[in-house]
């Protein structure tokens, strides 16, 4: 199959909102089929240990459905399905099943792999168009424009790898920073979802690649961390927060967000379209604050105690 075929546009290509779910399902389940048979053996070669499982109260009928599983404990069939999605505190598990550095090391593994194909693919992809070389070819035809089966499935890829944080976000266990990634992984959602049925594709390609880089450096620097690994993680740190200033604050807002608020009302009509995206994207800096807020935290305990974590993954919200 040729995957740079152009799709017609008569009638114009749309994605529907929740038809990428069973794709996020799927991709739910190849998660948690690499963690536990691949992931989290790697974990503890590199020295991270396994979870002790001690003995817990069976709250009344929570359980009753695990029974039809054979030879295996209660406490193990609770212990793997609740690491598999977070579930400790929802079937009333000791502190000691919460997630473990173990758990967390494999779901790191996991957000590299997909961001770092992410980033990758969408260079690939992006390369030849001339659109990503100049933003203001984005708008040119629109909204005649014809959408690729490269990025169309690009795009939907995204979207359903959105849908599965949040599900695993909504059924998990509640975190510190659970807000912030509820309204971060809708946003996206909607983003993918709206640039495609709005014919805003061009502009919402571009900036997956933007906003997944960094992405990427951070994952490796939470990997160390939980392997103590200190002077890999301090490494993988200080080049994720040059790529985050550099695709989060110089990219996005002076190039992305400045052509959406002020290039497109020049060649086109201000409709609710534009309202939606600009919206949407200011909601992205204002995460964006926030997260680096904690990101400059980081930095100065750094300074002054020679300890570099980041505070994402303290607060165990990961998915």
Partial sequence: MDFTTERSQNPPVTMSFFYPIPVALSLLILRILLEKFYFEPIGIKLGLEAPIIHPIKNRKGTLSFLKWLPHISINSKVYYLSTLLNFSENFGIESSLKPSKLSKFSKSIWQLIFFTFTFIAGMIILWNKSWFWNLKECWVGYPHQNLTDD?????????????????????????????????????????????????????????????????????????????????????????????????????????????????????????????????????????????????????????????????????????
């Fill in 151 to 319: 990025v169309w499935l690009y795009n939907f890829m995204n979207i359903a790898f959105y849908w599965s944080l949040l599900i695993t976000l909504l059924i998990g266990t509640k975190k510190k920073d659970f807000n912030e990634n509820a309204i971060h992984h809708s946003v996206a959602i909607l983003l993918i979802y709206l640039s495609v049925n709005c014919q805003c594709f061009r502009i919402g390609t571009i900036i997956i690649v933007d906003l997944s880089v960094s992405d990427i450096f951070l994952e490796a620097s939470k990997m160390a961390n939980y392997l103590e690994y200190n002077k890999t993680c301090t490494a993988c740190f200080i080049l994720f927060t040059i790529i985050w200033i550099i695709s989060r604050w110089v990219v996005f807002p002076f190039w992305i967000i400045h052509n959406t608020l002020f290039h497109v009302p020049k060649v086109l009509p201000i409709n609710l379209k534009w309202y939606i995206l600009n919206g949407l994207l200011m909601t992205l800096v204002l995460l964006n604050v926030f997260w680096t807020v904690m990101i400059f935290r980081v930095i100065k305990r750094g300074l002054t105690e020679g300890d570099i974590r980041d505070v994402r993954s303290d607060s165990e919200s990961d998915d």
